[in-house]
């Protein structure tokens, strides 16, 4: 279940991440736009997730499947991300992009639930931190290879690398047994149940029961403000490396390897420590809040730094403890929203996960969405200012209410 939710998450966030390098000699020198359209197309992706994992994540919770809902989420999102790739006409992009969001939010809410339903509490953590890798590899290491494929082949070359990952994939989830929810059937109301004599009983929560839960509220909010900072390089970084320092499609999916290798190797350590007991209540009051509240402050520190250098060597620098803090803010958010739906004995695993891909969409919707306007006014370094003080306001969101576990 690990390996092929892992696989599916890295498949997902690769195909997203492709496009990063080439977009603005798409959309500025071919199609002649200005650089806000590049927002309005990762907006796009964000908004196809509000309608997938919600919908997705319901019909699979009610029903108790898994398997096919990945499976068809995997090959809309072939099918739509070779449609993106030989789009030659804005409109036909941001349709693609929309359907490609639906698909992406299908296999998002049901893989990771699936994780949930077998691992326990105590293991869910290094769990999640393995699955984070594979999202940091895809999402930060699509740019570099889209770089790389878009400098060799064009956009042509793009469609068939999509239509070969998706063919991998697909093998992987054919391949998986649909598990079986061994986490809801160990809850402390089933417990409770038996000892009382009385057969227990599934406890259907609904997304709103999940939203009003403060943990779970905060870190969606969380959520936003950490994987919405780290989505914020995609529609500027390349922007600015193009314009400050004349590299090309190539050089700027390089660049980008400097966040990927770090952040996909702190998402396991991270995970694991988050599961260990003797270091949550060093923690406490906060335990797992603790992370995502050190994570995110060092993190904010580090993108505040990374507009200053006039160098490409102080950036790379800088992206790369970017990238080692910032696994340590989002691995813990993952595990947190498992956790708190196994102490509250409701079957609604891939329901939170859905939530956490809403929040994640909302945070690719608005911030880089607003970001490339702003570059416009302030410049890059202002503008990571701006997403530093983003961070900033989810630490002290998360700080409000002590949460031990």
């Not at 079986?180 to 709103?208: C, F, I, L, N, Y």
Request: with cysteine; hydrophobic share 55%.
């Amino acid at each position: 279940v690990l390996l092929v939710s892992t696989m599916a998450v890295f498949a997902d966030t690769v195909v997203y991440g492709l496009i990063v390098p080439f977009l603005p000699d798409i959309l500025q020198e071919k199609l002649g736009m200005s650089s806000s359209a590049n927002g309005i197309l990762f907006g796009c992706f964000g908004v196809g997730v509000l309608v997938g994992a919600p919908v997705s994540a319901y019909i699979s919770d009610r029903y108790h499947i898994r398997k096919w809902p990945m499976i068809i989420g995997l090959l809309g999102l072939g099918a739509t991300s070779v449609l993106f790739a030989l789009s030659n006409a804005f409109w036909e992009l941001v349709v693609a992009r929309l359907a490609q969001g639906v698909s992406s939010g299908i296999t998002w809410a049901i893989g990771l639930g699936m994780i949930a339903d077998v691992y326990p509490q105590d293991s869910i953590g290094k769990a999640m931190g393995i699955a984070f890798s594979g999202f940091t590899v895809g999402y930060l290491g699509g740019p570099v290879l889209g770089g790389l494929i878009y400098d060799a082949g064009g956009v042509h070359a793009i469609a068939i690398f999509v239509a070969a990952i998706t063919v991998v994939d697909l093998v992987f989830r054919l391949l998986l047994r649909e598990p079986t929810d061994t986490q809801q059937d160990s809850t402390e109301v089933s417990v409770k149940s038996e000892e009382a004599g009385e057969q227990p009983e599934r406890r259907r929560t609904t997304m709103w029961d999940l939203l009003k839960d403060w943990p779970i509220l905060a870190c969606c909010v969380a959520t936003i403000t950490v994987t919405g900072a780290s989505g914020a390089f995609e529609p500027v970084l390349p922007i600015h490396l193009r314009n400050d320092f004349g590299l090309n499609e190539k050089l700027i999916g390089v660049v980008f390897i400097a966040l990927v290798v770090p952040n996909a190797i702190v998402g396991p350590i991270a995970g694991r420590y988050t599961d260990d007991e003797r270091v949550l209540n060093k923690l406490a009051p906060y335990g797992r809040f603790g992370f995502m509240i050190i994570g995110s402050i060092l993190t904010a520190v580090s993108i505040a730094f990374i507009g200053l250098p006039r160098n490409l060597a102080g950036l790379v620098v800088n992206l790369v403890f970017c990238g080692l803090l910032n696994g340590v803010a989002a691995v813990p958010i993952m595990s947190t929203m498992g956790v708190r739906v196994h102490r509250l004995g409701g079957d609604a695993y891939a329901k939170v996960y859905a939530l956490f891909n809403i929040a994640y969409s909302v945070g690719v919707i608005i911030i880089p969405t607003i970001l490339p306007p702003i570059m416009n006014v302030i410049g890059f370094a202002g503008t990571m200012g701006v997403v530093a003080a983003i961070l900033v306001f989810g630490a002290i969101i998360l700080a409000i209410q002590p949460t031990i576990w």
